[in-house]
């Protein structure tokens, strides 16, 4: 069973950086398709990123050109977030799954069976 555990939330003003963090409990996330979701008040939760084994990543295009994802040998993920918009406020969530990684904004809840707790991002 893989644990996630997100880092890195909290507060900022529009147009600042922000860099979260995500380690998992198991080496073996080496073979898993990471990614990140956001839950924004009042809506579902949405994909926002996700970087496959091999290095591949996909990206929402409400995302794109602003957020970077990336994981590193000791298979810690993460998302580095600039030029922030206060619609990026929400819950940001990181996941895990075995299979290989599809477009995330095809992907749902249910492409990923493991999860983190969720870190608050606020932007004002």
């Known amino acids: 069973h893989v644990q996630l555990v997100e880092s890195g939330g909290g507060s900022v003003q529009a147009g600042e950086s922000l860099r979260l963090t995500c380690t998992a409990s198991e080496k073996n996330t080496a073979a898993y398709c990471l990614g990140w979701f956001r839950q924004a008040p009042g809506k579902e939760r949405e994909g926002l990123a996700s970087?496959?084994?091999?290095?591949?990543t996909s990206y929402a295009d409400s995302v794109k050109d602003r957020f970077t994802v990336s994981r590193d040998a000791k298979n810690t993920l993460y998302l580095q977030m600039n030029n922030m918009k206060s619609e990026d406020t929400g819950i940001y969530y990181c996941a895990a799954d075995s299979l290989p990684c599809g477009p995330i904004r095809l992907q749902t809840d249910e492409d990923f069976n493991f999860w983190g707790q969720g870190t608050q991002v606020t932007v004002s």
């Open positions: 970087v496959d084994t091999d290095g591949t």
